[in-house]
């Protein structure tokens, strides 16, 4: 006929009407008194109005309390404020809130000790004591008891019935502390999600409260329970939103965090790389023991000389002679290659040149008319291999097996070996 949740409703309207019987006097209930009037109903009397003071009345002080928060209030505030960077969160403060706990350390026995039956049988004496004695209102004999209890044989039921003691004790914190102890036993323990959230709720830890009183109602459906996780899913829902949105964000800065660090080590990366090149080509130019900077420029045919070719020319001849080549080249070139061949080698060859067209021995022209052996020439190896032997001629011997360089140095012995000297 009624569906649950409207009798939880009622229910509810229920409570609030035996909490506050004036509430009945609304003009919004004025239905249901007049419908209870007509059954003859025994209703409270109509409140009577508390007298306006006058205005010259001085009105007393607000207590002392009133004016300033407690610490731990204040506090609260504080974390809510670094926690609500980007939004604030409207939340309706309930009723009861306790803000000014002195807190309580409680022997929590051995939760791993397995108890005899005749310590279970006395654990279970103890908590028919204890609840005895918390309905008669003797808190602090009841807990005296609930404790020895929970010494004799920790279980779950023992740990979650203590925290109800607590609740009604206004001791919040231990009450937390035992459900989490119970949790820890049995994870399916109603009772202590039950407490636990009642004593969440009592500190206004709304969202904790929230999500402890819907798991203890999938456990074991309470309407005591469910009414206060009615009472406390706006604000609990609130801050479930805001917390999500605002570890949103944070991943979010994290991420850009991290984009903005790899970039930067990129950035640096690529800067030590070019660094690293423009090094390597500041000290890596020209050939060892000449040519340095390489042989800029063409050297089409060598009209006119080596235009633009081998800077520094031939200035001064070749050293020493080449005294391994057959025929020889007596007297040598003095003074060697000093950086390359600009221009037309400007002043020839000093120690002359006797034979040949133009001071030029025979074969020397040839010389440059071979492409090939040219080629070879710019080679750093061939031309290393070439002032060595240069310098000492029975150096050619170390190039027998340097076919590369052996190559050259037949075609110069060639060329050069009926050659009249220098």
């Known amino acids: 006929m009624f ?3 409207q009798l939880i409703l009622l229910k509810q309207f229920v409570s609030i009407c035996k909490s506050n019987p004036a509430i009945l006097h609304t ?4 239905f249901f008194k007049d419908w209870l009037e007509s059954l003859n109903a025994d209703l409270p009397p109509v409140p009577e109005k508390k007298p306006e003071a006058k205005p010259s009345e001085t009105p007393s002080p607000e207590p002392e309390e009133t004016k300033t928060d407690p610490p731990e209030a204040k506090g ?3 974390d809510e404020e670094v926690y609500s960077e980007e939004s604030d969160v409207e939340l309706e403060e309930l009723d009861n809130l306790i803000k000014d706990e002195v807190d309580i350390e409680l022997e929590m026995g051995d939760k791993d000790k397995e108890p005899t039956e005749e310590e279970e049988d006395q654990a279970m004496e103890k908590r028919g004591d204890a609840i005895g004695e918390m309905n008669s209102g003797n808190f602090d004999e009841a807990l005296k008891l609930f404790t020895e209890a929970i010494k004799l044989n920790p279980s779950a039921s023992l740990y979650a019935k203590r925290a109800a003691l607590l609740i009604k004790m206004k001791k919040p914190s231990a009450a937390i502390r035992d459900c989490e102890q119970a949790m820890e036993i049995n994870n399916n323990n109603a009772l202590a999600y039950k407490w636990r959230g009642r004593a969440q709720r009592l500190l206004g830890k709304y969202e904790e409260a929230w999500h402890d009183f819907q798991h203890s109602c999938k456990l074991d459906f309470d309407d005591t329970v469910y009414e206060w996780q009615k009472e406390v899913e706006p604000n609990g829902k ?9 570890d949103h964000k944070k991943k979010e800065r994290a991420i850009e965090e991290r984009k903005k660090e790899v970039k930067r080590r990129r950035a640096e990366a690529q800067k030590a790389y070019e660094k690293e090149q423009a090094e390597k080509e500041a000290s890596g130019g020209g050939f060892p023991g000449g040519f340095p900077g390489g042989m800029p420029g063409d050297m089409g045919g060598f009209p006119g000389g080596m235009p633009g070719g081998m800077p520094g020319g031939f200035a001064g001849g070749m050293p020493g002679g080449m005294g391994g080549f057959p025929g020889g080249m007596p007297g040598g070139m003095p003074g060697g290659m000093p950086g390359g061949m600009p221009g037309s080698m400007p002043g020839g060859m000093p120690g002359g040149m006797p034979g040949g067209a133009g001071g030029m021995p025979p074969g020397m022209s040839e010389l440059f008319k071979d492409p090939e052996l040219m080629s070879a020439m710019q080679d750093p190896e061939v031309m290393a291999a070439f ?4 310098s000492n001629p029975a150096n050619i011997s170390k190039y027998e097996n340097n076919p590369k360089v052996k190559k050259v140095l037949e075609k110069l012995k060639n060329k050069f070996g009926g050659a009249g000297g220098m």
């Open 3 to 5: 569906q649950k949740e």
């Open 27 to 30: 003009d919004e209930l004025k």
């Open 76 to 78: 609260e505030e504080e």
């Open 238 to 246: 609130k801050i479930h939103t805001h917390r999500l949105k605002w």
């Open 387 to 390: 002032q060595d032997v240069s």
